[in-house]
């Protein structure tokens, strides 16, 4: 089998951008970019599938979809007031200023558009690889740290829906290289 070494992508994406949700897969022209990583970005879809069998054959006859997953998991270097008001998956009148955030427990459900930027895969040339998810929410905060030998990081698990609004079939998000 022939491989091509240029195919090879290493290194954590340069970019984890956030914006306000935007329907028919519209992108944002607004994303903000949440800072540092810490351990890279891990994009995880899960297809769970109906196996089909009979009484007459040893083996599955077919595998058919039946519910598909996807999450995108981030650990955020920079715990700022405004990562934090991402994280806690609050409106952006509970923020006052620079310095507070408020936490309502009961705030309706928030949406976001999601871009990763980092390195595409092209032979000879530089390459951008841009992923945009166009409907995600916070579906996990881990425990934030308070610790005198760590840094206190905001280690997030996305869920994406899919939009069903647009013209595309990318109902989840899409995978660009230039």
């Keep these: 089998m022939a491989g091509t070494a240029g195919n090879v ?8 951008k956030i914006a306000a949700y935007l329907a028919s897969k519209a992108v944002s022209l607004t994303y903000i970019d949440m800072g540092f990583t810490d351990g890279g970005v891990s994009i995880d879809p899960k ?43 609050q409106a952006a009148a509970n923020t006052s200023g620079t310095a507070g955030q408020y936490f309502d427990a009961s705030a ?22 841009t992923m945009t998810f166009w409907r995600a929410y916070v579906k996990d905060l881990g425990s934030i740290l308070f610790k005198k030998d760590a840094a206190q990081e905001l280690d ?23």
Excluded: W
């Design 108 to 129: 309706p459900e928030i949406y976001y558009q999601i871009q990763i930027v980092g390195k595409g895969a092209a032979v000879g040339v530089s390459t951008t690889r």
């Design 9 to 16: 992508i290493v290194g954590a994406p340069a970019t984890f």
């Design 47 to 89: 297809t769970e599938l109906h196996m089909v069998t009979v009484d007459q054959q040893l083996g599955n006859l077919a595998a058919i979809p039946k519910a598909r997953d996807l999450e995108i998991k981030v650990k955020l270097a920079e715990a700022t007031i405004a990562n934090l008001g991402y994280a806690l998956a």
């Design 156 to 178: 997030l698990t996305f869920g994406v829906c899919e939009e069903t609004t647009g013209s595309t079939t990318a109902t989840y998000g899409r995978f660009i290289d230039s």
